[in-house]
């Protein structure tokens, strides 16, 4: 008897995914790659496909051809109810988030919602606060902040629910240095404890400080992925996309460096 054992490393692996909102109008063609553990960032002009790939991640969508694995699970069997405690999802407008009228319920909603108590629920939400430099407004209302902390909320209500893997839709908008080191600290935080996180960004400076893999997207099409050395180095492919490379890379490359600078720790 033949035995077979099955042991993928990956997180996800995507195989020839399609996917498409209306008939015959592609926006995701023959997606193929894998993600592991190490922070991805996917970058791309807008209407590139980023969005609508990690929902598809989420399982907030379904893929229209193709397959996308999460370790073992076929996502196009799984609910995203089944998912909830498994994949975290922030999304680029934390309005579309956020619905409670205080800052500690909003960020206990997730961890209840996946079968916490309501005193662990307050732990996690509590330190997710800490984490983001938010435990002083614990008691606010959501609505009455600012966008940077409106966005700040919606990511510790997700960080609340601590998840194996964690989608960001463009953490950085609206942040200010102190909004990017803290994000920043926490992507590597939770990458040291072994989590995913995948972000979706503009900022080229904050991709290559804080992540270690880069995809590129446009048309709805993969145009590069690799470490960010690689795809950072790669101009012909960043030009066709329509991306900058990070300001130091750039700089350092036209003083005439041979080494691609991220930043100025390298
Ligand atoms: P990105 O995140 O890279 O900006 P999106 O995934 O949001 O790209 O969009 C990819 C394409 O899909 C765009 O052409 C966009 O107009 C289209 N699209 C996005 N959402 C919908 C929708 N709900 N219905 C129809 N088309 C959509």
């Known amino acids: 008897m033949e035995l077979t054992i099955s042991c993928k490393k990956n997180v996800f692996d995507i195989e020839h995914l399609e996917f498409q909102y209306l008939e015959n109008v592609p926006v995701l063609q ?3 790659f894998t993600i592991d553990h190490r922070p991805t960032a996917i970058i791309g002009q807008n209407g590139a496909g980023k969005t609508t790939l990690v929902k598809l991640l989420k399982g ?4 229209v051809g193709g397959s996308i694995y999460y370790g073992e699970s076929d996502m196009a069997e799984k609910t995203v109810a089944m998912l909830a405690g498994e ?7 934390p ?32 330190a ?25 909320v919606a990511i510790a209500s997700v960080l609340a629910m601590d998840t194996k893997v964690l989608i960001l839709d463009e953490p950085t908008i ?37 992540f270690e893999r880069v995809i590129v997207m446009a048309h709805g099409k993969v145009l ?3 470490t960010k050395e690689e795809v950072f180095a790669q101009k012909d492919i960043l030009g066709q996309a329509r991306i900058d490379q990070p300001y130091l ?3 350092c490359q036209q003083l005439g460096y041979k080494k691609l600078y991220f930043s100025l720790k390298d």
């Open 174 to 210: 609206a942040q200010d240095w102190k909004g990017r080191k803290i994000i920043q600290k926490m992507i590597r935080d939770l990458s040291s404890q072994g989590k995913t996180v995948i972000a979706i960004l503009h900022d080229m400076d904050f991709v290559a400080e804080s």
């Open 87 to 93: 994949i975290g999802y922030v999304f680029q407008n």
């Open 30 to 32: 023959d997606i193929n």
């Open 224 to 226: 590069a992925d690799g």
């Open 249 to 251: 890379t750039k700089l």
């Open 60 to 63: 907030l969508l379904k893929p």
């Open 128 to 152: 997710a606060l800490k984490l983001v430099g938010l435990e002083q407004l614990a008691d606010e209302n959501p609505y009455d902040l600012e966008l940077s902390e409106r966005k700040l």
């Open 95 to 126: 309005d579309d988030q956020i619905f409670k009228y205080h800052v500690i319920d909003e960020v206990m909603f997730g961890p209840q919602n996946i079968g916490m108590t309501k005193e662990q629920a307050k732990e996690k939400a509590v």
